[in-house]
């Protein structure tokens, strides 16, 4: 459960599960509870369910996150953001949970340099369908959020509208033409997915996400990966082969009855 206060505080809610084994299902262990408030991060746990803990508990439980964890260091070269329109720029904030904010746990952090990192890349080797990205928004000397371009809609709740065959088509096209730009760059996106690709207000998809995004053969921090490798999840241009053949069938299987036919 994610919600916003009005002040622009973001709060998450997720419960963790154990592993259950063949016979038994998984165990509640715990909900996780995370915030970012005014740009700092906090964490905290509840033994009790999440919708059972009320906002007095999130409050109570909440403690700082120590800022390495989850925010890096801005490296020199790196691009500031500009002044911020929310009409224009989506601020992209690290997820994380209450074990990421544990001293020594720097996953979070290394995935959001990692992220900028490749949109700074891209930034210099634009394409029409890749999310255009702005700068770092930065508080002292760390990254806080990634300012990008602010779209209508992810294509996972894009497709609730009417779709012709021709659009889908059109969709696909422009995600494997953006696909083909990241491999001739050398790299992988490794997460190719619905609810990675948004929809500007004219009908053109665009792939988000980055953070799974790296040059080919570098193990993977997080994202999907193929079997192809014996067992080692690294970037590879299979990985998106696979996923968009996965995406492919999830347009195809959109039942034509079911949208207006548009040209």
Excluded: W
Excluded at 91 to 106: H, I, Q, V
Excluded at 249 to 260: G, I, V
């Amino acid at each position: 459960m994610d919600y916003e206060t009005p002040d622009g505080s973001q709060f998450s809610l997720q419960e963790v599960f154990a592993d259950g084994d063949g016979n038994n299902s998984p165990a509640f262990q715990y909900t996780s509870i995370t915030a970012l408030v005014n740009g700092e991060a906090f964490a905290g746990r509840s033994d009790q369910r999440m919708q059972d803990v009320d906002e007095i508990d999130i409050l109570d439980l909440l403690r700082p996150v120590p800022l390495e964890n989850i925010n890096p260091l801005l490296p020199d070269d790196f691009t500031r953001a500009p002044p911020l329109s929310h009409d224009k720029h989506f601020l992209k904030a690290p997820s994380f949970m209450y074990e990421d904010s544990e001293p020594g746990r720097t996953f979070v952090a290394a995935c959001l340099l990692n992220e900028a990192t490749v949109l700074e890349k891209l930034r210099n080797y634009p394409h029409p369908n890749i999310v255009q990205y702005y700068g770092c928004v930065v508080q002292g000397d760390r990254i806080t959020q990634l300012c990008l371009k602010r779209y209508e809609s992810s294509l996972a709740d894009h497709v609730t509208r009417p779709l012709s065959r021709q659009q889908r088509q059109h969709i696909y096209d422009d995600v494997v033409s953006a696909v083909k730009h990241l491999h001739n760059l050398g790299l992988a996106h490794n997460d190719i997915c619905p609810h990675n690709i948004c929809i500007d207000s004219d009908g053109r998809p665009a792939i988000v996400d980055f953070d799974s995004c790296l040059p080919f053969g570098e193990p993977l921090l997080k994202g999907v990966a193929t079997d192809a490798y014996g067992g080692r999840h690294v970037s590879a241009a299979e990985n998106d082969f696979l996923a968009l053949d996965e995406f492919k069938d999830f347009l195809d299987a959109l039942d034509d009855d079911a949208y207006t036919q548009q040209a």
